[in-house]
Each structure stands twice: as structure tokens, then as C-alpha cells.
């Protein structure tokens, strides 16, 4: 009761990244245990009205941070893993939608997948391969496997229920 939610949110995930990013310096244990905290995190805040655009902003932040370390010390692992811990995110949304319909659960889902395909996509499956010519470039298994991974779960949200312009969105998105 010392601080609100917002506060130790904002304190809790600033802590939990900066754990991942020191593992830059201090090895892969490192980078584990910041990825972990960083998603539970949005675990340990309670609030009387949970609000879905700032958790998905800030598995947003987690993501990119661990998909950059991952691409900087060449730790598959972890980009492997911190998709895996985003997509678990997906879970605990639909619930909420299923107890709030009208919370925008769903649609932070849509677009919490768009977003994390987005990110995906220019940190492990682009920017890696900018200046090879098509003879040098190579299949990258991790990035594909990834984004399938996030493909898969969008078409899996899309049964869940109809957010409008956005299900679109995120249909053409799992197909692309």
C-alpha cells in the first residue's frame, strides 16, 4: 500500500529489463532470470481495474529487449523463450476477456500479436540479413519458426471471439 499499482509496475518491469540488459555483461543466467521476472511481473501488481493496453505495451518492451540481447550475444535461447512467454500472455487475456467483455481484452490480444509480430520480424527476421544479397541469404530458422509461432497463436485468437477491423488485421497478418 506504500506506492499504487502504476508506480510498482513501472518500477517492477524497469528492474526485471534492466536485469535482462546487465546480462549483456554478466552471461546467459543473468539473462534468464531478467526475462522470468520480467514476465511475471504483471503477476505480482494487483488493481481493482486492470487495464490491457499497458501490459501489452510492456510485453511489447520485454520482447524487444530480449529479442536485442538475443541477437547482440547470438542466445537463441532466449529469443526461443521470450516468445514462448509472450505467447503465454495470450491465456490470461482471453480469460479476462471472457470475465470483461467489454474491457478491450480481446482486441489488446489482436493486437498485442500484431505487435510482437512487428517486432519480431525486424529485430530477428530483417535486420540480420540487411545487406546480404540473394545468393548469401539462408533460410533463418529461428525467425521463421517465431514468427509461425506468433502466426499460429494469432489464428488461435481468432477463434476466441470478433473484434471487427482489427480480426482482419490480424487474419492477414497470420496468413502473410
Do not use: C, N
Not at 543473468?30 to 494487483?46: E, F, H, M, N
Not at 490491457?52 to 550475444?73: D, I
Amino acid at each position: 500500500g506504500f506506492i499504487g499499482p502504476a508506480t510498482a509496475f513501472v518500477l517492477l518491469g524497469a528492474i526485471a529489463v534492466a536485469t535482462m540488459l546487465l546480462a549483456a555483461l554478466h552471461g546467459p543466467a543473468l539473462a534468464g532470470l531478467g526475462l522470468a521476472g520480467s514476465l511475471a511481473v504483471p503477476l505480482l501488481v494487483t488493481s481493482a481495474k486492470p487495464a490491457p493496453y499497458p501490459l501489452v505495451v510492456y510485453l511489447l518492451v520485454v520482447a524487444a529487449a530480449a529479442y536485442a540481447l538475443a541477437r547482440m550475444r547470438r542466445w537463441l535461447w532466449l529469443a526461443v523463450t521470450a516468445v514462448a512467454g509472450v505467447l503465454l500472455w495470450i491465456g490470461p487475456m482471453i480469460v479476462q476477456h471472457s470475465l470483461m467483455p467489454d474491457g478491450g481484452w480481446l482486441t489488446a490480444a489482436y493486437v498485442h500479436l500484431i505487435m510482437q509480430a512487428a517486432v519480431a520480424a525486424a529485430i530477428l527476421a530483417i535486420e540480420p540479413h540487411l545487406g546480404l544479397s540473394d545468393e548469401e541469404a539462408r533460410l533463418d530458422v529461428v525467425a521463421s519458426g517465431v514468427l509461425v509461432a506468433i502466426g499460429a497463436a494469432a489464428v488461435g485468437v481468432l477463434g476466441s471471439g470478433h473484434a471487427g477491423i482489427v480480426s482482419y488485421a490480424l487474419f492477414a497478418l497470420a496468413m502473410t
